[in-house]
């Protein structure tokens, strides 16, 4: 499996950004996806989860301001971030459950400015 992230950049505290994640290779294994996020110094930090179904899941500290959704068809997962905050600056990796293990992705970089 292989997992393209995009969609990465430079916005102001308050505006928005949206993330895409496209899947390749064997996606018929792929289970959930999910996008997590990393700052330098730091452990990897779950964001948040989508089934296959379509069940989403989200980090305490996103409190409504991200929606994360899937396409089956086109085998994408996006990440819209609203409300960002200097504090959600990271490289942000999507990741797939699969059935022979995770896989990630090769990070895009959100930078949110004060």
């Known amino acids: 499996v292989q997992l393209q992230a995009s969609g990465g950049g430079l916005v102001q505290a308050g505006g928005s950004l949206r993330l895409s994640c496209a899947a390749s290779g064997e996606i018929y294994s792929i289970n959930d996806m999910s996008w997590y996020r990393q700052t330098p110094g730091a452990q990897r930090e779950w964001v948040a989860s989508?089934?296959?179904?379509?069940?989403?899941s989200y980090g305490d500290f996103v409190v409504g301001r991200f929606t994360i959704s899937r396409d089956n068809v086109k085998n994408t997962v996006d990440l819209q971030m609203r409300s960002l905050k200097p504090e959600d600056t990271a490289v942000y990796y999507c990741a797939a459950r699969t059935t022979t293990g995770p896989y990630w992705g090769q990070g895009t970089l959100v930078t949110v400015s004060s």
């Open positions: 989508i089934s296959r179904r379509g069940m989403a």
